[in-house]
């Protein structure tokens, strides 16, 4: 982003200020009639929408998968050092990655790019 303004400006005056975003024009940008349809969204309380790819908070074992009942999945990942349980919440609609058994690393995706493939 270029930004030009002038270097001194005195009180209560207008000045002109330039501003140059630089857009990639091959990418489209698709209107939908309703709704929030941006990727990667959150929610005003900080959480993920299913519009995210979720990854594993620490280093460790999937130890349970559990599906729950109205959709999505409860994921516990064993510590890899000293045990502890972590529970990692997976929202309805997202396709997971992993398996019970597997080894995960910090911030290793669990679930598939909801985004991939664009909106044809």
């Known amino acids: 982003m270029d930004i030009k303004v002038p270097q001194a400006v005195l009180l209560d005056t207008i000045f002109e200020a330039i501003v140059r975003i630089l857009y990639d024009m091959q990418v489209k940008q ?30 460790g074992m999937i130890k349970k998968i559990i599906r729950k009942e109205k959709g999505g999945y409860e994921i516990t990942i064993m510590h890899a050092l000293d045990g502890h349980e972590v529970l990692d919440i997976i929202p309805l609609g997202l396709e997971l990655l992993i398996s019970k058994g597997e080894s ?11 985004n ?4 044809d």
């Open 30 to 59: 698709v209107l939908a009639n309703g709704g929030n349809r941006g990727r990667g969204q959150i929610y005003l309380n900080g959480s993920k929408s299913n519009n995210n790819v979720y990854n594993a908070t620490i280093v």
């Open 116 to 119: 991939v493939g664009g909106f």
């Open 104 to 114: 995960v690393k910090v911030d290793q995706p669990l679930t598939s790019n909801p």
